[in-house]
């Protein structure tokens, strides 16, 4: 779960990790009020699940109350497109208003789970802000051992990369054990610092904020799933949790439904080897019941972007019947129906296909469900279809 800056910089100020004054504004009015508190000038930047905001024209500068007036007014309601929301970009419906920084340079700093050597680590350049991604790789990283934490020498060594010694580097270490702290209390997957400005008096600040938290810890952090922005995340995505489905909204035309995240992937695989593209990934699990397959299937049929859809399961634990039950429950409601690839294997796999053979639309139209016997052939067909 992705959080805004505002509320990722609540939480670093109460792990005392250093931020700039700031304030959530609703208003034009309550802008420029938050600009002349700040000394007249101010930071406006618009709010959303995504970074790149400042390259996109997200973050402004206000030289005055008066502009940071004018700078609200233009940047609620806009829809910001940067490299990491896609070409449809992201609705800007939050404001902060922040007190102006005059960094002496400009760091990068993020912990993250390193999946590969099962452990969080430190990535830390000396090159920070919006030019980050061009730092040709100059990152140092340190792994920090679960049973040790993070240690003072691995953190000097750190620092030292960034180039920060005396007061600074004592700065440093206590920033980074702070941040450590946050990491693993909440139970995040990713804490990002860019940039994290070296000040002239040799302190440390976060000028910006991202905290990505681990879904499968949030009944552990009931205030943190409170946090949630559901406009900022796909409206899909959002309703396929409601059923404990997982959905990825992608940019293909073939709409997939499958039991598993490993048969998911060998699926997307399979349509991408004969030439097509998946629409979603759609992860129904190993436990659904009929109400969950039917919105599952609701989802995709609902996808203007479906051509074609490819319905995969392996049967064991979910029973084949109940995903056609649920599918056919689902054809009942719906008017568009595009082609219909089912691939049903294992557990009552008979029985699912011949209910799905019996199925009958809620208005008179044709239905066209096709069988296939193994993922290669479903995936051919899939494509076939969605070329047409």
Do not use: W
């Not at 004054?21 to 009020?33: D, F, I, P, T, Y």
């Not at 392996?314 to 691939?343: N, Q, Y």
Request: hydrophobic residues 45%; glycine residues 10%; aromatic residues 6%.
């Amino acid at each position: 779960m992705k959080i805004h800056e505002y509320q990722a910089k609540e939480l670093f100020s109460r792990y005392g990790i250093p931020v700039p004054r700031g304030l959530l504004v609703r208003s034009a009015e309550e802008s420029a009020l938050a600009a002349e508190s700040f000394g007249e000038r101010a930071v406006v930047k618009a709010q959303i699940h995504a970074g790149g905001r400042g390259k996109a024209g997200g973050i402004r500068m206000a030289h005055s109350p008066e502009e940071a007036s004018l700078l609200y007014g233009q940047l609620l309601g806009s829809r910001l497109v940067t490299a990491q929301t896609g070409p449809e970009g992201s609705l800007v419906h939050k404001i902060y208003v922040e007190a102006p920084v005059e960094p002496e340079r400009e760091l990068y700093l993020a912990l993250l789970f390193d999946r590969k050597a099962s452990r969080a680590c430190f990535l830390a350049s000396a090159e920070g802000g919006t030019e980050i991604e061009e730092a040709n790789g100059a990152a140092a990283r340190v792994g920090i051992d679960p049973a040790l934490g993070p240690t003072a020498y691995a953190l000097r060594n750190l620092a030292s990369a960034l180039r920060l010694f005396g007061r600074a580097q004592g700065e440093f270490l206590r920033m980074a054990h702070n941040l450590y702290r946050l990491f693993r209390e909440l139970d995040a997957s990713l804490v990002e610092i860019n940039p994290l400005a070296l000040l002239a008096d040799e302190s440390l600040m976060a000028l910006d904020a991202k905290i990505v938290f681990d879904d499968n810890a949030l009944f552990r952090h009931p205030d943190i799933a409170r946090l949630r922005d559901p406009e900022q995340e796909d409206p899909r995505e959002s309703e396929a949790a409601k059923y404990g489905l997982s959905y990825v909204g992608l940019d293909g035309a073939i709409g997939c439904l499958v039991n598993g995240a490993g048969l998911a992937m060998a699926t997307l695989d399979a349509i991408a080897l004969r030439g097509g593209r998946a629409a979603n990934f759609l992860d129904i699990g190993g436990g659904v019941r009929e109400e969950g397959a039917t919105e599952a299937f609701r989802l995709l049929l609902g996808d203007p972007k479906a051509r074609a859809i490819l319905v995969n399961v392996f049967g064991g634990i979910v029973r084949c019947d109940v995903v056609a039950s649920g599918m056919v429950r689902a054809l009942e409601k719906v008017k568009r129906v595009p082609p219909v690839v089912v691939r049903l294997s294992g557990n009552r796999a008979e029985e699912g296909k011949n209910l799905l053979k019996s199925a009958r639309p809620a208005e008179d139209r044709a239905l066209d469900i096709r069988f296939a016997q193994n993922i290669d052939d479903a995936a051919r067909l899939a494509v076939d279809l969605a070329m047409r």
